[in-house]
């Protein structure tokens, strides 16, 4: 995750980007050499960085962050480490200018959406210069509570695989209909990837869906299903419900 913002960093120009990786891959190292990124710089040149973002696993989140906490205490910190609530990075880091994330997978590609929420003390900088950040890796948005970020785990953080789940049950449709198993793959895989192309054009999916949905039409004897009693709509509302939920007691 942390290698896909760097690299939108990087491709963007636009930040001096000093990079803590105790085990570099060749990857980093090249853009080292290339005089991209200072990789592993000593502390003394860390000082001068407005803002850290913290990269690293939940679980070693505190062995990483404590040799830095001299310096941590007078930058800002954007946080994606899953379910680390904002007062358990103050604590670590010694500041109160932390702001919490949320990016998703597609941050890989250049396409991800983040939620952020800024602590109290974040200033109104610290959070134009953490969602400029984020936003090297697709879209960001501010939430108004830490707790909404609950819901965004829930939401856009597990959404790729529910997304990715409802392309295995067309691709088993499919098959269930007399179609090739690798036939069926390849239409559900391009009919997501269509789909999601179209979506990211006018932003808008009841009137896409409507577009393709004929009065009488094949698409509507389907709709009629999915969007049923017992259809869609209440699956997810359950799924993203126990998404939040788990979010909620890890964070705990
Ligand atoms: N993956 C997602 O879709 C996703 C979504 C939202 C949030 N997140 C959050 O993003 C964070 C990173 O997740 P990830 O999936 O990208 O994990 P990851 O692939 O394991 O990346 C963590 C990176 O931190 C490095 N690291 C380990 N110890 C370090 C230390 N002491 N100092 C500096 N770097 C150190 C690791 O190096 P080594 O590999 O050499 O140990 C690795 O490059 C997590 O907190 C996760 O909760 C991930």
């Known amino acids: 995750m942390g290698g896909a913002f760097l690299r939108g960093l990087v491709a963007r120009d636009e930040f001096s980007l000093l990079v803590i990786e105790p085990r570099a891959s060749p990857a980093l190292k090249a853009l080292a050499r290339a ?23 939940p679980q070693v989140l505190p062995e990483a962050i ?7 205490s007078h930058m800002a910190v954007l946080s994606i480490a899953a379910g680390v609530r904002v007062k358990r990075l103050e604590d670590l880091c010694g500041t109160r200018r932390i702001i919490r994330a949320m990016p998703n997978l597609a941050v890989e590609i250049g396409m991800g959406i983040s939620a952020a929420y800024a602590a109290r003390g974040a200033t109104r900088a610290d959070v134009v210069l953490a969602l400029s950040i984020l936003r090297a890796g697709g879209k960001a948005e501010i939430v108004a509570r830490e707790d909404l970020l609950d819901a965004v785990t829930a939401v856009s953080g597990s959404g ?30 391009e009919t997501l990837a269509g789909a999601a192309g179209l979506l990211a054009r006018s932003g808008d999916p009841a009137h896409l869906r ?11 004897a389907g709709l009629r299903v999915l969007m ?12 993203v419900a126990a998404a939040r939920k788990r979010a909620r007691d890890l964070g705990r």
């Open 228 to 239: 049923g009693r017992g259809g869609l709509t209440p699956l997810v509302r359950k799924t």
């Open 66 to 72: 404590a040799p830095l906490r001299p310096l941590l």
């Open 35 to 57: 005089g991209q990124i200072i990789l592993n710089p000593d502390l003394a040149a860390m000082g001068l960085a407005r803002l850290a973002v913290i990269a690293v696993k």
């Open 160 to 189: 790729p695989a529910y997304t990715f789940h409802l392309v295995e049950a067309l691709a088993e449709a499919a098959q269930k209909e007399g179609l090739p198993p690798a036939l069926a793959r390849l239409l559900a895989n």
């Open 210 to 220: 409507e577009q393709v949905t004929s009065p009488g039409g094949t698409t509507e």
